[in-house]
């Protein structure tokens, strides 16, 4: 079986930030500021850590590997911001 790692890289990018829209979105909602400010920046710094981690490791790369294993440090993951910073504006 042939594995794609560049391919497998830029899916995890594409899914992280599928899941930074949805997450994004039930932040702004008006019912979700009964959900105590502490869980919503657990929410933000878990999702934030997890985007920094995936972005690493799309800076790996092999230039011995033909095809495969390029460096894709271009590929960014949009964060969550910090609600409280939206707010105010």
């Known amino acids: 079986m042939n594995v794609s790692f560049d391919g497998m890289r830029r899916n995890l990018t594409r899914s992280m930030d599928e899941l930074s829209a949805v997450l994004k979105e039930v932040l702004e909602l008006k019912s979700y500021e009964e959900v ?44 969550l911001d910090d609600l409280e910073e939206d707010e105010d504006e």
Request: proline share 0%; glycine share 2%; charged share 40%.
């Open 36 to 79: 105590e400010t502490e869980l919503k920046e657990r929410i933000i710094e878990a999702f934030n850590d997890s985007a920094m981690r995936c972005e690493f490791f799309n800076c790996l790369y092999d230039d011995n590997i033909e095809g495969d294993t390029n460096d894709l440090s271009d590929l960014c993951i949009d964060r």
